[in-house]
């Protein structure tokens, strides 16, 4: 069998045979984007572990963006003392996405549960996309990332313009391009939609189908949810959470990529975190990206080829 294998390579080689991988394949994954390590100072954000605070604890997809050198994180922090307890909305700052400080001692938005939360600046307007009461995605808005408009749950349709069915629809990953708002959801996490909107009231299926499907893998076999979309070097990469447990005991943080949005494919060597930690996004330092995990506490890795970390 070696013989035969060994004989072909000769004939296409003296053919002209092209035998190396095609750049796109090479490429699709570089490791910057997938390859990480942990920061030996984690974790760098957590509740706080005081159960006359509101936010004892923090859970779900927090998110943070980088402007003028300061980070923003808005988290979701609630009392441990009833699984019932409302999920409100909190801000930390930090100089260097480590040392981070609340902004108050209060949440600032009170009137509404909110967690899953996804962040996009559209011109000097901060578009929030969460999770409510429900399982039910609701877009906020500010101009100043404190204070936040609720205008209400999305009014998510099938491809033929009827609304989806009853049920939850949560964890809006979002993502904005070209005039085009494209919204990432789930559905009891057993799947990920995609819907499109120009006007960010409609919001119209591409396929009723899901774009991103669970498994055939064990790591995702049970429950697949976007976190975030990027786009690198052309193109898009999704990060998203799953779990390999019927219970949904555990989660890991993974990746996919993307030429048009719509066709997803799985990084072959997922989980690229494991142990728990889930509702990994991916913030650009200025230099590299880093990779935090918001749940159940916030860690940070590093890109594992930067060997001062």
Not at 2 to 11: A, D, N, S, T, V
Not at 168 to 176: E, K
């Amino acid at each position: 069998m070696k013989e035969k294998y060994l004989i072909l390579f000769l004939i296409c080689t003296l053919l002209g045979c092209n035998t190396e991988k095609p750049a796109d394949d090479v490429n699709e994954f570089p490791q910057e984007l997938v390859s990480f390590k942990s920061y030996e100072g984690n974790p760098v954000f957590a509740g706080e572990g005081d159960s006359t605070k509101w936010d004892e604890k923090i859970r779900e997809r927090g998110f943070i963006l980088r402007e003028d050198s300061t980070y923003y994180m808005w988290y979701t922090g609630y009392k441990e003392r009833t699984g019932d307890s409302i999920k409100y909305l909190g801000l930390a700052t930090s100089a260097d996405g480590i040392k981070w400080n609340r902004s108050s001692d209060k949440p600032i938005h009170s009137s509404l549960w909110v967690e899953d939360v996804c962040v996009v600046k559209s011109d000097s307007t901060y578009y929030m996309f969460a999770e409510s009461r429900g399982d039910t995605a609701h877009l906020l808005t500010s101009t100043d990332r404190v204070e936040w408009t609720d205008k209400g749950a999305l009014d998510v349709r099938l491809k033929n313009g009827q609304p989806i069915g009853k049920g939850p629809y949560g964890t809006p990953a979002v993502w904005h391009e070209a005039g085009i708002w494209y919204l990432f959801y789930e559905r009891n996490d057993l799947g990920v939609w995609l819907a499109t909107s120009k006007d960010l009231k409609i919001w119209t299926n591409v396929e009723d189908e899901p774009v991103l499907k669970m498994g055939p893998e064990k790591y995702d076999q049970f429950a697949v949810a976007m976190n975030q979309v990027i786009k690198y070097n052309g193109l898009y990469y999704g990060y998203y959470h799953a779990s390999a447990f019927k219970d949904w005991r555990e989660w890991s943080t993974n990746v996919a990529v993307s030429k048009d949005l719509i066709h997803w494919k799985k990084y072959e060597k997922n989980p690229i975190i494991g142990q728990d930690k889930s509702s990994g996004i991916v913030v650009n330092d200025g230099s590299q990206f880093r990779l935090y995990t918001m749940h159940p506490e916030v860690n940070v890795s590093y890109p594992s080829l930067d060997s001062a970390r």
